[in-house]
């Protein structure tokens, strides 16, 4: 506001330019940081990452618009993308007209699509109390084939052979400078 009132090519309106830059900077670093943060614990926690394609373009066109855009979500999602590559895990991309939200997680009935405000819902057909979120989350899991059930499934990650480097038994015997 202050820099809108400020008389072009003048030195105060020079001063405030550069104050309202330091802002955006100040919130688009505070914004990088928290994003590689969150998807470098999410990437080193997990063996596999799904993630939902959202049309973010039709999601800005709604009321949630400013919360959307400050969220940053192509930006998080393509750390998470060269991050799993770069620990080797799995990251799978669902598509953006999966109806995950519309699908019983339990039994599979599509019950239709529900608007933002029912957080919890019961299913015809099956009887099952879901909440939206967790329920959503499950139906991407299944979507990237990554849902297993824990009868029979292997639960422990298979043996990895240690690094060269960190193979020998003798730490002191190895040449250190060579």
């Known amino acids: ?3 809108s009132r400020k008389k072009k090519g003048s030195a105060n309106r020079a001063k405030a330019r550069l104050k309202v830059a330091r802002a955006h900077a100040r919130v688009a670093d505070a914004r990088r940081d928290f994003h590689h943060q969150l998807s470098t614990r999410l990437i080193r926690e ?3 990452v799904a993630v939902e394609d959202l049309a973010v373009k039709g999601l800005a066109r709604t009321r949630l618009a400013t919360s959307v855009h400050d969220a940053g979500w192509s930006a998080f999602v393509g750390m998470l993308e060269y991050k799993a590559t770069r620990y080797g895990r799995v990251f799978v991309r669902i ?8 699908v019983c997680s339990t039994c599979g009935v599509k019950d239709g699509p529900k608007p ?7 299913c015809a057909a099956c009887g099952s109390h879901l ?6 989350a499950v139906n991407v899991a299944k979507a990237a084939g990554l849902a297993a059930s824990a009868r029979g499934a292997q639960v422990r990650p298979a043996p990895v052979p240690a690094p060269r480097g960190e193979a020998g038994t003798h730490p002191k015997l190895a040449p250190v400078g060579v």
């Open 1 to 3: 506001r202050d820099l």
């Open 46 to 48: 997990n063996q596999a």
């Open 95 to 102: 598509g953006r007209f999966e109806p995950t939200s519309q």
């Open 116 to 122: 933002l405000d029912v957080r919890e819902w019961t």
């Open 131 to 136: 909440d939206r979120d967790v329920n959503a």
